[in-house]
């Protein structure tokens, strides 16, 4: 077992790692730029090196620096977190020179499924369903309509110089085929140069549903059921929850097959999410795969009641999985509670909190690096707390988040709380009627007066 | 207390978490400090001051009465003085080579540009230049001692 673990990140990430090291009688060594020194992971941790300015490219993000942290302390792992560099082939393999365990998946792993063209293929050949479409770019609107009666209408046209929904034009009927075309490939010329396309199945009013899945270094992958992530905004996910409330027993055995057929074909090392698209028929295609713990671990924790940072630790530290999946033993929600201000389009609102009272009590749970008194600086993302809620039922866990929205006071900054709270009332969210496109439809709740 | 025993207290030392230990009896005074003692004396505390709604890491380690220059001096006042401070985390040297010269001990001048340490990091060594000119009035850090980043090296008299 590793001696001492050196955590590259910050804020309540690094803080959760802290903890589950100091459970397992490990040294902790938190690394941290000069706006975080009166942060809770540096307090907490047995050693704090400051590393850097603000700005994450000199602190965070800066591997030679992380690196001399971890010689001037003699860390023998390294854990990298969310975000930051935990997916970063570069810093995984210089650690794997440097002969200091990077807690997570090998170089070689992390880039399989980092290249979302050689992820596809690999799922391909894994027999893991994707989303069907061109295997490269279309030569003419004949090529297209034919692949397009193959894959089956609605496809979606998308340019592959393309971002921001530009150049991305959806085909409901073989008529409409030119017409998209002709207007999707004019205007990624304007905007991009290139009008280059290839086509998509579209996926239908689709789910984000998501695997949980652990490795370790003799082969052995398991799965740790689902969660849901549908309600998002602008690709932020803001509520996370397991079960999903559109799993069936059926549909969980089988995306549980091929997230673990994903992760077999790699030989995946450590914890992982196969992510899929869902739609209303229950069809499922692979989306990608996130080679690290994600912000929404805890609510697999709190229906599997397993540590997630702890599997992963135990996994690099060579020791070996069951090999058993895990199926949720209650249902838990988690809502993400930002540094935003809702009635503005979500703009950050970076500053300090004045006071800060958690919410407690049975089923609640907070991950949070805030305190009174802390500032939450412009440099970094918005997000304060997690409040997850584990009940028996999904009625009793949005009753239970309910009343620990109503004693979650957070002053002096604006906050999600009351975008939450609106949408914890509202009844497509409330019978789980709800998929990715659930938050264009959702409306805001209004600006109080006071 | 003989050899025998005095091994066995050893063995015992080093099989613990303990840094430092004091034994004092009539016939024997022993003090023992393990390799972690000189690690963790070097690491800098950035906060002195506990904050009231924390509870500071309680390690046998932070029981250790801090000896090493390395932490935070509040002894002499130093609003007068410049601060010539580390831009790399890494280790701190007074002189190129062990068989070397300082580059500059108290009392030197040094002027804005001169090279006043060297910090080393996975076996690179970069030369330190002061930002600022005068006169050396203190080393705040023990030679080969870690540094991290925006550590305070030198202070120096502008008037000097």
Redesign the interface.
Known sequence: MFNKILIANRGEIALRIIRTC?EMGIKTVSVYS?AD??S?H????????????PSSAE?YLNI??I???V????ADAIHPGYGFLAENIEFAKICEQ?GVKFIGPTSKQMAKMGDKISAKATMIKAGVPVVPGSEGLLKSVKQGKKLAKEIGYPVILKATAGGGGKGMRIIWKDDEFQHAWDSARQESKAAFGNDGMYIEKFVEDPRHIEIQILGDQFGNVCHLSERDCSIQRRHQKLVEESPSPFMTDELREKMGAAAKAAAKSINYEGAGTVEFLVDKHRNFYFMEMNTRIQVEHPVTEEVIDYDLIKEQIKAAAGIPISGEDYFPQMHAIECRINAEDIYNDFRPSPGTIEFLHLPKGHGIRVDTAA???YTISPYYDSMIAKLICRARTREECIQKLQRALDEFFIEGIHTTIPFHKALLKNEDFRSGNFNTGFMDTFEMPKKPLT | MNIKEIKELLKLIDESSLTEFKLETDDVKLTVRTKDYH??SK?T???AQP?P??V??A?P?ANVAPVAASAPSTEEPTVDYLEIRSP????FYRASAPDKPQFVKVGDSVAKGDVVCIVE??KLFNDIESEVSGKIVKVMVDDAS??????VLFLVDPNG
């Open positions: 100091r000069t020194k009166d809770l540096v307090r907490f941790a047995d050693e704090s090196v400051c590393i850097g300015p602190s030679p620096r690196m001399a942290a010689e001037i302390t003699n440097y305190y009174s008194g | 690690e963790r690491t505390f950035i906060h904050d709604m924390m500071a890491p390690t380690a790399i985390v890494g280790t990091a996975m870690p540094v991290e980043y925006d550590q």
